[in-house]
């Protein structure tokens, strides 16, 4: 379910509320280490080749999935076809949650910010910047479709995002999450407390919590530059 980000929470857009909790480079949400060392920020991590966990300050446990083949097209840097009808993500963003209320009501939200204010380009077999970043697209949310569900049906099942699409149409109706081509992204991944069915967003800094793994971060391309990467 593909949502503009000016939805409101408690009279405050949902986008400012996101951004206060994570910076698109990951230094607020994300843990470099791989020994479960605890952040200032009240984050923790813990890692293995199969998977890797990001725990809030509000004990929510985000945990990616196939966490060795992200790192295998991580360290070749990932990249994203991007068209004007819209193209699923490969590899897909799967996750599985712990820590939540079992009984409280949530939304998984997905977003993808630039990472930096630059362009890049493929030369020479490696990717380097080629100068400014293009003005940013419209932000959006991406609400996984199985929201809003409760903190127990969360919590057993596998959640993939599989039908999230990425474009580079800037007219596009259909709610896809817009991005610029030769610009670099990371997904964000957003646990938010509600009430109902009509997504009324809590107050409160436990009602939600950012993970970002930057395994998962990538270069959107109209057509892969790597062969490494290609298919």
Not at 67 to 83: G, P
Request: glycine share 6%; net charge negative; with cysteine.
């Amino acid at each position: 379910m593909p949502m503009d980000t000016d939805r409101e929470k408690g009279g405050a857009p949902l986008k400012d509320l996101l951004d206060e909790s994570a910076s698109p480079d990951g230094s607020n949400s994300d843990c470099s280490t791989t020994s479960g060392v605890a952040l200032s920020t009240g984050i923790s991590c813990n890692s293995d080749t199969k998977q890797r966990d990001v725990t809030a300050s509000n004990g929510c446990t985000v945990t990616l999935l196939h966490r060795d083949l992200w790192m295998k097209f991580h360290k070749a840097t990932t990249e994203m076809i991007i068209t004007k009808a819209g193209r699923r993500m490969f590899p897909v963003i799967q996750i599985s949650i712990s820590g939540l209320d079992p009984d409280t009501k949530y939304i998984v939200v997905m977003d993808i910010v630039p990472v930096d204010d630059n362009r890049y380009k493929f030369h020479d077999s490696e990717w380097m910047v080629s100068g400014k970043a293009e003005p940013a697209q419209p932000g959006r949310l991406y609400i996984h479709p199985d929201s809003p569900a409760t903190g127990a049906q969360w919590m057993k099942q596998i959640i993939s995002f599989q039908k999230l699409k990425l474009t580079n149409n800037n007219l596009d109706q259909l709610g896809y999450l817009i991005l610029n081509s030769m610009h670099k992204y990371q997904p964000r991944i957003h646990v938010v407390q509600t009430s109902d069915t009509s997504v009324t967003f809590q107050q409160g800094e436990s009602s939600f919590s950012t993970h970002i793994f930057e395994e998962t971060q990538f270069i959107a391309v109209t057509a892969y530059q790597n062969q490494q990467v290609g298919f």
